[in-house]
């Protein structure tokens, strides 16, 4: 079972930030929190991953609470082009087994 | 700087055939990853592989399934006697070493079982 929980769907309109939040109270120490997404009817992409410090790269920025037990992941303009299914998951560093749950769907509205 | 492709894009098998699906990974990356994604789920983790062997395999069926990544080719997934239930979506997807960050997948194989 995934270690994390997410809602299952948000809106958010083209050309604002997008928020999504996601809660995983029982990370342990040596656990990353990763985020991909998934555009409907591709393979999941790489975004983003952060251990406890806040994380920026091209695509996104990552906000991990300070106990670790919640991070926020943002997307600054949302496009067209960003609705996906959005995944939280929460792992070791060097498994290759991620865990997914069901994600949040996010739909960018023009 | 192709990325990971996977063949076929869609395949239609009947109760009781095999099913073969294709995975070339990225250049320079000699770790595979297999998941399998239902309907309206997540995905699921299956088995890591690298050249020659198989690291992880804890998320594979115990039976009919099987999976390889030899030292030459692609990696293949093999699915015996196939069964409705095996109507999915399977994603593979590489990395340059044993890793969880930046797993590249390719587009997928859509199986679907008559």
């Known amino acids: 079972d995934a270690k994390t929980t997410q809602p299952t769907s948000m809106d958010c309109a083209e050309g604002r930030a997008a928020n999504l939040p996601c809660n995983h109270s029982t990370i342990s120490g040596n656990e990353y929190v990763y985020w991909y997404r998934q555009i409907h009817s591709q393979g999941p992409q790489y975004i983003i991953h952060g251990l406890k410090n806040n994380e920026t790269n091209e695509m996104a920025s990552l906000i991990i609470t300070e106990d670790r037990k919640s991070s926020t992941l943002i997307l600054p303009h949302a496009t067209l082009r960003d609705t996906a299914v959005y995944y939280c998951?929460?792992?070791?560093?060097?498994?290759?087994?991620?865990?997914f749950g069901k994600g949040t769907k996010l739909s960018v509205k023009p | 700087n192709a990325g990971v492709m996977q063949n076929p894009r869609h395949l239609v098998r009947r109760r009781g055939q095999e099913a073969r699906l294709r995975c070339s990974p990225m250049?320079?990356?000699?770790?595979v990853y297999w998941y399998r994604q239902l309907p309206e789920e997540g995905l699921k983790f299956m088995v890591y592989?690298?050249?020659?062997?198989?690291?992880?395999e804890s998320g594979m069926p115990k039976e009919r399934f099987s999976a390889e990544f030899p030292k030459e080719g692609p990696s293949i997934l093999r699915i015996q006697q196939v069964v409705r239930g095996d109507s999915a979506a399977y994603f593979c997807a590489s990395s340059p070493a044993s890793t969880n960050e930046k797993l590249f997948f390719g587009s997928g194989t859509q199986l679907s079982v008559l």
């Open positions: 998951i929460v792992g070791g560093r060097s498994q290759g087994n991620l865990i």
């Open positions: 592989l690298q050249k020659e062997n198989i690291i992880d």
């Open positions: 250049k320079g990356h000699s770790h």
